[in-house]
Structures are given as structure tokens and as C-alpha cells.
């Protein structure tokens, strides 16, 4: 234990314990079952009783840890070191401790050995359970910014950790002429897929014009791909598959394919080997026959808020010590309401909290003006809809009442991906206050 760190739930545990919460608390905060959490505590006692050769247990933790200092620090030095040790002590047991010194801006997806992740049960949970079966079709849906690329990389870890082949397309990275063409985009994806697989591309040995471009791709797949790897299954991981919303040349042949795809896994062996997770930030706004869509098939999975409990746990992990306790929940549910729980606008806030550069209060009074610590996200969305003049105008719509507002569907759907409303049908209101706030200033100008 001496040589090797704390994983992220141990440090968990371990801060929490300090704390005094029970093991009930702690798995209602992290969104573990109780077992769980009651056997990481109980091999943690373990190792640290090893670690410091006397028994350690939850309830005399700290007089355990004080004894244990007290020890280190010797006769001689016990006066002069004593607020020293006091301290280190505390720094033991904070998330802030290993936290303090390399925690990064929050930017792009939580790496997986990092603390911050904060799980949704059942989420995690349920994508992991769901990738097990043959065949199977997830869809991941929230605006941008909400976890989902947190989420699939977990889910692409614990597919690897089985065992699975992962093929993992990003659609932003295609070039703006693959999508000329169906048969342009078939063959690039063909492509890509051969190559993440290990495997030569061989479209021409397989590819038929007469055919047709849908029909070569699956002739592709099924008399080449899926037959030159072994027994385990591969995961095709899609994100940013709303890229494809945009060209409906494209859509109208690919997302039906998907489907066709995931329904003959459900009688033919030989694509029961496919699994398939598809990422992406709003509806389809491209009008599919109901019997075509692969997005009512499988399993959707929707990412929430966060919860008044979740950025509780976040800003513990922060090491904002005045987040703990019924307290500091009272002290963070103004935050929580002016971003709506979103998670990247929580992190942002947590993160400046704790390098102790501003005042929870001051970040809240500050959340929708220039000096804000959200000045430059606001601007970006600004400058995102100054380019589009009816997501302008719809935006305009929104925030010019506190009614839900009836907006055109691929309007509505743009404005969701960029997660500046929520949405019921058509029916529109600002995704959060700091939204409201902000745009209610700006677009009265324009």
C-alpha cells in the first residue's frame, strides 16, 4: 500500500469516513450500491493497518492516523512540528490533498483514473450491463458539454476490460467531402473500421455498384470484417453522429443501415458479433420511417443535471471543505440553480472555488457579465448563433418569456445540441437562469 496510490473511490471513502458519513451515505453520494462501498472500506482498513502496523477501523481513524503522526514526528520535534502535523493529518484524508497541485481547467472528457467523474446511476451501470449482449444498440443522447464522452470512454474501458475489439469513429473528424456522396461515406467508414480492426482494406474485392452502396457495405462486413476476427465481440462506438443530421443524402441510407444492422443481430451469429453505441447531441431532425429509425430500438440513454447531491460530491472532491454537510448543500443549491446542473458549468465553478480565486458569492453575482468566470463559454455561444440568424431569432423567442415557447423543429433541435434550452416536443425554455440572464442582455441589442 506504501508504494501503490489510492484509487479515486478509496480516497473517496477514506475522505468520507474522516468526515464521519456512514456507509449509506457515502453510496447515496457516489452512486455505488452499499456493498460495494462497504468493501472498499473494509480492504482500506486493511491496507492501512498494514501500512502502519496498527489496526485502523472507520471509527478510530482518527485517533489512529493522529497516534500514527505523533510517532513519525519524534520526541524532539513534537513542539515545533505539532501545527504540522495537524495539518498533514487533514491533508491525508482531502480530496484537495492529491488534487491540489495538478488539478486541471476543466476541458474535454474526465480522463478515467481521474476522481472528478461523478456517476448517474443508473447509467454507467446499465450501458456496461447492455454492451454484454449480442447484437445490442445504445444510444447516448445530451447536449454538448454534459458527459457523454465521459460516459462512452468508460463504457469502451469496461468493453476492452472483456475482452472486445473497439472501433471508435468520430464524425466531426471527417472531412466535409466525405460527405458528398453515400458511396463516398460508406467507403470511408469501410475504411476506417478495416484499419482500427487491423485489417487491409479491401473494398473492391467486395464492393458492387450494381448492388448498390448499403448492400456492398454489409456484404463488407459480413464476408470480410466480421469474419477475419476472432470470437470477441467488437464494439462500434459512433460520436458525434449529429454531423450526419446535417446531410440527409447521407442520413436517410446510413441511420437505417444501423438499424437493419442491430436487427440481424438478433437472428444471424455472425452479427451478433457487433455492438453498437451511438453518440450524439440532439433528436434527428431528418424525417425517418418509424420502421426505418435506429433511435427507437435498443436503449437510450439521456444525460441529466447534475443533482443538488452530485455537486455536493463534486466540490468535495474539489477539496472545498465548506461544501460538507447539510450546510454546505445550502450553500451550493444557488449554484446549482443558476446553471441548471450542468455538469461543465458546475466544474468550471468548482474549479475557480478552489484555487481560491473568487467567492461563491461573487461568482454568482459576476455568472452572466463580462468579468464572469463564464465570459468567454457565453461569448462562444454568442458568436455561434450571430452566425445563424434564425437560431437568433429563436433564442430571442425563448428568453422574452418565462412561457415554454413553440418553436420550427430543426430550430429547436440545433438550439438543444448546443444546450441552450430544454425541450418538450417543440416547446422550448432556457436550458438554465445564467442562459436567461446573459441572452436576455445580448439579443435585446440585435
Known amino acids: 500500500m506504501q508504494d501503490k496510490p489510492l484509487a479515486s473511490i478509496q480516497w473517496f471513502v477514506l475522505s468520507q469516513s474522516w468526515l464521519g458519513k456512514t456507509y449509506g451515505e457515502m453510496a447515496q453520494a457516489s452512486g455505488y450500491r452499499d ?11 486493511q491496507d492501512l493497518s498494514v501500512a502502519l502496523g496498527k489496526r485502523v477501523t472507520k471509527k478510530n481513524l482518527h485517533l489512529a492516523l493522529k497516534k500514527h503522526l505523533q510517532d513519525k514526528i519524534g520526541d524532539q520535534e513534537n513542539q515545533r512540528q505539532q501545527k504540522f502535523g495537524e495539518e498533514s493529518s487533514l491533508k491525508m484524508v482531502s480530496p484537495g ?25 443508473p447509467l454507467e451501470e446499465l450501458v456496461c450491463s447492455e454492451i454484454l449482449h449480442p447484437g445490442c444498440l445504445i444510444r447516448i443522447k445530451a447536449p454538448k458539454k454534459m458527459g457523454k464522452s465521459s460516459l462512452l470512454n468508460r463504457m469502451i474501458a469496461y468493453a476492452r476490460e472483456q475482452g472486445y475489439q473497439i472501433v471508435y469513429l468520430d464524425f466531426q473528424e471527417a472531412d466535409q467531402d466525405v460527405f458528398v456522396s ?16 487491423n485489417l487491409l482494406p479491401s473494398l473492391n474485392d467486395f464492393w458492387d455498384m450494381e448492388m448498390g452502396s448499403k448492400v456492398s457495405c ?20 459512433f460520436n458525434e453522429v449529429h454531423r450526419v443530421f446535417e446531410h440527409p443524402n447521407i442520413a436517410q441510407d446510413f441511420l437505417p443501415m444501423l438499424r437493419c444492422w442491430h436487427e ?45 447531491n452530485q455537486v455536493q460530491n463534486l466540490a468535495l472532491r474539489y477539496g472545498l471543505d465548506c461544501a460538507a454537510d447539510s450546510e454546505g448543500a445550502k450553500r451550493l443549491a444557488p ?9 461543465y458549468l458546475v466544474s ?9 480565486e473568487i467567492t461563491l458569492e461573487v461568482l454568482l453575482e459576476t455568472a452572466s457579465t463580462p468579468v464572469g468566470i463564464y465570459s468567454q463559454h457565453l461569448r462562444e455561444l454568442l458568436t455561434l448563433l450571430q452566425k445563424e440568424p434564425e437560431l ?43 442562459y436567461r440572464l446573459y441572452f436576455s442582455q445580448q439579443l435585446v441589442k440585435h
Request: charged residues 15%; glycine residues 4%; proline residues 6%.
Open 348 to 356: 468550471l465553478a468548482l474549479y475557480h472555488l478552489c484555487q481560491k
Open 392 to 434: 437568433m431569432s429563436a433564442m430571442q423567442q425563448v428568453i422574452v418569456t418565462d412561457e415554454k415557447v413553440e418553436l420550427d423543429a430543426i430550430a429547436a433541435y440545433k438550439l438543444e445540441s448546443m444546450g441552450l434550452v430544454k425541450l418538450n416536443g417543440n416547446q422550448a425554455h432556457a436550458m438554465c437562469e445564467l
Open 35 to 45: 456493498n460495494y462501498i462497504k468493501e472498499v472500506g473494509s480492504q482500506l482498513w
Open 97 to 121: 490533498f492529491f488534487l491540489a497541485s495538478k488539478i486541471e481547467f476543466p476541458s474535454g472528457p474526465v480522463p478515467l483514473d481521474s476522481p472528478l467523474y461523478i456517476n448517474r446511476p
Open 182 to 197: 453515400l458511396d463516398k461515406f460508406l467507403r470511408w467508414f469501410c475504411v476506417n473500421v478495416s484499419r482500427q480492426l
Open 264 to 308: 440481424l443481430g438478433k437472428q444471424n451469429q455472425i452479427w451478433q458479433k457487433l455492438r453498437m453505441v451511438v453518440v450524439h447531441t440532439t433528436e434527428i431532425y431528418i424525417p425517418l420511417n418509424l420502421n426505418q429509425s435506429p433511435f427507437n430500438v435498443g436503449i437510450t440513454i439521456t444525460l441529466p443535471p447534475f443533482t443538488l
Open 335 to 343: 449554484l446549482q440553480t443558476m446553471v441548471g446542473g450542468h455538469p
Open 218 to 237: 454489409k456484404i463488407y462486413f459480413e464476408a470480410y470484417l466480421l469474419q477475419y476476427i476472432d470470437h470477441n465481440p467488437v464494439v462500434l462506438a
